[in-house]
């Protein structure tokens, strides 16, 4: 099957996609024959080294009929992310091509993230985006909680393939003795990630949490200027011996970072499939998640952790069961590796395959 991949990414090293989409294409390889092109000009040195990766540097004229055959006419073109299109030259091309495509919104398309910047998004949707969402063969939603927050109105067909890892080759083997050291790892985006409702719950709870000698650490970029008021809300409620912040890790840090924690927290309002958490899983780690994470049911049915809804009092609520039941993170951390393999990505890449063939 030939597989025209677009995109439009700039490899951020705190965005999601940097990570998941070169691993979906670099596994979907093994199985066909694929195409990626990353409409920028400034590509990440690694990717330039793939056979299949070409950006605008190579193909300047952005577009799909005057890329190389048969990738100028393929089975199947695959789009990652939605709104990333309405800046390209693909959109036009998109709507009026006789070529299935399969769009990968990664919880763009949900309620919740509809909100943000409202305006620039229902003028585009009134305009063009509907029309490119309907025209597509198939939605591809991460998690079926995406599906739900998302709803019909895009386009009825659609099927579930979640985000996947590179499982690790090594795994926790013992937990802190004496206190319970929390990680949580994302943007720090406060409204999207939920950060001040994990800052109210642990305000609530806060002689419970000082008592577990409990320490939660949030890293991630603060791409919206929030953590210097972060840091001042949570001295103003005597939570600083508890939360802290510090900027983004990746790599090896990353891996010593969680292997050196007891519990991933995600108290997200809304998500595609959080890359991190299942990372964190996949090391081992029970997890305090939300609804919104879109893994709650997982959690849940798999006893790989605690879960809430999107709100401070059931978010307490998950820590403190958290608190009490420090003797099963070990037993929960097994758990989590179990879950984790679900997500492989050679193993996605096959019901990636058979998908496309549906389609086909």
């Not at 100028?72 to 990333?84: A, C, K, Q, R, T």
Request: net charge positive; with cysteine.
């Amino acid at each position: 099957m030939n597989i025209l991949y677009l995109s439009h990414l700039r490899g951020e090293s705190y965005a999601g996609p940097t990570y998941s989409v070169p691993n979906q294409i670099a596994a979907q390889s093994k199985l066909d024959n694929v195409f990626w092109y990353n409409a920028i000009h400034n590509s990440i040195e690694e990717w330039k080294k793939l056979d299949y990766y070409h950006d605008l540097n190579e193909y300047p004229d952005e577009s799909i009929i005057r890329l190389p055959k048969p990738f100028n006419s393929p089975d199947i073109i695959v789009i990652e992310l939605f709104y990333n299109m309405v800046k390209s030259n693909f959109l036009k091309e998109l709507i009026n091509t006789e070529i299935p495509y399969v769009i990968i919104p990664r919880g763009e398309l949900t309620f919740k993230a509809q909100k943000r910047k409202a305006l620039k998004k229902t003028i585009a949707n009134i305009l063009v985006c509907k029309k490119y969402a309907r025209k597509a063969a198939a939605i591809q939603y991460l998690t079926e909680q995406e599906y739900m927050d998302s709803g019909n109105s895009w386009n009825e067909n659609y099927f579930i393939i979640p985000n996947g890892i590179n499982i690790p080759n090594i795994t926790k083997t013992s937990f802190t003795k004496k206190g319970i050291k929390c990680i949580s790892i994302g943007r720090i985006e406060p409204y999207q990630k939920g950060i001040d409702l994990l800052i109210k719950a642990c305000e609530d709870i806060k002689k419970e949490l000082i008592k577990a000698h409990c320490q939660i650490t949030i890293c991630g970029p603060d791409k919206e200027n929030k953590v210097k008021e972060l840091r001042q809300d949570v001295k103003d409620r005597g939570l600083s011996d508890i939360i802290s912040f510090r900027d983004g890790i990746y790599g090896k840090e990353k891996e010593k970072l969680l292997l050196d924690s007891d519990v991933f927290l995600i108290t997200s309002r809304f998500e595609g499939h959080p890359m991190a958490l299942i990372e964190a899983l996949s090391y081992g780690l029970p997890c305090v998640v939300t609804k919104g994470s879109n893994m709650k049911t997982e959690i849940d049915k798999h006893n790989a952790g605690w879960t809430a809804d999107n709100d401070e009092e059931s978010i307490k609520n998950a820590l403190k069961k958290m608190i009490s039941e420090k003797d099963c993170f070990a037993d929960k951390g097994e758990c989590a590796v179990v879950l984790s393999k679900k997500y492989a990505w050679d193993f996605l890449a096959d019901r990636s395959h058979n998908a496309f063939k549906g389609i086909l």
